[in-house]
């Protein structure tokens, strides 16, 4: 799958869509509610806050090693009941890409875990994506500060190269903590509930 990268000094401008989740991103911690995906496509009814279906199509990408990898593509039509199916970028504020990916490792030190949630926003439910990356020095299992981010859904007016919705970074902030488990910086920060699989230790911060 090829990976489409733009260059974030281009401007990309939003509709009144990106800045109704712009503000959903003020939320409180607790009131995200996790949206449950299971490996291969599911199917998400009223997505978007102007009630987009999506298709999210969750992978595990093997690496022959500790370092495999999920990857999420979403997929939405550009107008509601639509059968165009086409690809959501992401951009992180360095790059834009067409999917995003986590880093589990061994499941007990996770690097980077990634979550797909909702929380209302002017009387309506919207899309976010969190996600949690551990600034890791030199051992996975030593705990490290933690960068978690909020994307919110938007739209672009056809900068060429990005794709006609995407997630963008609206909210980024380093932990004031550190952390051996990234699924615990996504609790403690967001109140994310971990994983139904969590393998990382319960003890504080993960480690």
């Known amino acids: 799958m090829k990976i489409a990268k733009v260059s974030l000094a281009l401007i990309v401008s939003c509709s009144s869509l990106c800045a109704s989740a712009d503000a959903a991103v003020a939320a409180k911690v607790g009131a995200y509610s996790p949206i449950k995906l299971t490996s291969g496509v599911n199917h998400i009814t009223a997505f978007s806050a102007d009630g987009r279906?999506?298709?999210?199509?969750?992978?595990?990408?093997?690496?022959?090693n500790a370092h495999g990898y999920d990857v999420f593509l979403v997929l939405m039509p550009t107008r509601r009941g639509g059968t165009d199916w086409n690809v959501v970028g992401f951009e992180d504020g360095n790059e834009f890409q067409d999917q995003i990916t986590d880093a589990p490792h061994t499941g007990e030190d996770v690097a980077r875990a990634v979550r797909f949630v909702t929380t209302l926003s002017r009387g309506r439910r919207v899309p976010l994506?969190?996600?949690a990356t551990?600034?890791?020095?030199?051992?996975?299992?030593d705990p490290a500060t933690t960068v978690v981010s909020l994307y919110a859904l938007a739209q672009s007016?056809?900068?060429p190269g990005t794709t006609t919705d995407y997630f963008k970074?609206?909210?980024?902030?380093t932990t004031q903590r550190t952390?051996?488990?990234?699924?615990?910086?996504l609790?403690?920060?967001?109140?994310?509930?971990v994983r139904q699989d969590y393998?990382?230790?319960?003890?504080?911060?993960?480690c």
């Open 53 to 64: 279906d999506a298709r999210i199509v969750l992978a595990w990408r093997d690496n022959a």
């Open 129 to 131: 994506v969190a996600t």
């Open 134 to 141: 551990r600034s890791i020095k030199t051992s996975y299992p």
């Open 157 to 159: 007016e056809g900068v």
């Open 169 to 173: 970074v609206v909210r980024k902030w």
């Open 179 to 185: 952390y051996c488990n990234a699924e615990l910086a």
């Open 187 to 193: 609790q403690d920060e967001l109140g994310i509930p």
């Open 199 to 206: 393998a990382g230790s319960k003890n504080s911060g993960g």
